[in-house]
Every structure is written in structure tokens, then in C-alpha cells.
């Protein structure tokens, strides 16, 4: 059964390092989003991305945030300089013309 | 704008018990979706449902049911002869159906199943 993957599993950057977050949405999907979790509450909305360019964000995705989708299959997430407060866990999701949306397995990122 | 509320931030139940997770959304809107899902130890979001505003029938998959009130704004999930298994934090969700993409979460239910 085709899956949302996310690489790497945990990252460790340091405070005002970039750090990109890198996913594989499934193949036939035309929706892309990317969503965070800090540890232990719910889970929010960051960007939604479709034909190429986003098409809603939520006001946590400030300028330090960017996404990319470079080839016909992986969707970027990049923090340009990181914050403590950045810490947590990031989600990629994709969907088809139905409306689940279906995440991979997260990237914990930490920052130190 | 859209909000999902899940009142019982914990329950724990003993094995084989039934159990009920609540979940009640606010919306304007008149065509939505409703989502649950689940998130085991591991981490993961795992799709259960998808759930339309269109569609009140009550829906069974196995030992999971799920049950859809417009009246009340809910939209509740039983899980019948609970295993350990079925321990996670549960994540009921809200969609819009034009114009807003994303997901607007709950804060969760985490259930603990004692063996």
C-alpha cells in the first residue's frame, strides 16, 4: 500500500542553523501539506501547497519558513534559521481528490 | 473560523471494555468533513474515518463505530471489547469542504487500555 515517507526520522540542529525537512507524498496525490506537533499537544496546521505554489498558510509559517516541491516527488520543508521553539515533531501529508489526508511518519526535530 | 474540542484529555479503561471518545466542532460552514485518527507510541497519524456533513448514517468497521450528530455538533467514537492495542492518543479533525485546506485538530484523547 503506497505511503507518505519522511527522511530524516530525528534531527538535531543547532539554534540559527537551516535545516530542511524532506518528504515522499504518494505518488498519484496532488495535495501537500506539512503540519507540526509539539510534544504532547495537537497537532497544527503550517502549509498546504498544490500546482506548484502554496495555497494557504498558517500564520506560524513566517519568512523563515519555505516550502519546495523540486522534482515530481519530494516536498521540502526549510527552516532558514532555527529557533528553540521550533522543537517538535513535523508531519508531511498528501491527498488525492478525496479529502483524507495521509502523513507519513514525522520528522522529530530538535533544536539545541 | 473552525474548532474542534475534545473534553476528555485521558481515560483509561480496562481491557474488553467499551469505551467512548467525545468529540464536539464548531463550524459555519455547512459542507465539511470529519476525520478521526489515531497516533500510537510510535508517532505516526493513522487515518480511521473520513465522515461528510451530508452523511448522518452511523458507521461500523469492526470493533470501532462512530457516531454522527449534526444536531449536536459531535461526532463520537466507541471502540467495543477495547485491547491493548488500542492504546494511542486519539485525534478527531474538521475540514472544510471549499477553499480552506487544512485540518483543524483536537487536542487529543490519550487512552490507555490496562491489560
Known sequence: EPEVTQTPSHQVTQMGQEVILRCVPISNHLYFYWYRQILGQKVEFLVSFYNNEISEKSEIFDDQFSVERPDGSNFTLKIRSTKLEDSAMYFCASRSLSYEQYFGPGTRLTVT | ?115
Do not use: H, M
Open chain 2, 1 to 115: 473560523a473552525q474548532k474542534v474540542t475534545q473534553a476528555q484529555t485521558e481515560i483509561s479503561v480496562v481491557e474488553k471494555e467499551d469505551v467512548t471518545l467525545d468529540c464536539v466542532y464548531e463550524t459555519r460552514d455547512t459542507t465539511y468533513y470529519l476525520f478521526w485518527y489515531k497516533q500510537p507510541p510510535s508517532g505516526e497519524l493513522v487515518f480511521l474515518i473520513r465522515r461528510n456533513s451530508f452523511d448522518e448514517q452511523n458507521e461500523i468497521s469492526g470493533r470501532y463505530s462512530w457516531n454522527f450528530q449534526k444536531s449536536t455538533s459531535s461526532f463520537n467514537f466507541t471502540i467495543t471489547a477495547s485491547q491493548v492495542v488500542d492504546s494511542a492518543v486519539y485525534f478527531c479533525a474538521l475540514i472544510l469542504s471549499f477553499g480552506n485546506e487544512k485540518l483543524t485538530f483536537g487536542t487529543g484523547t490519550r487512552l490507555t487500555i490496562i491489560p
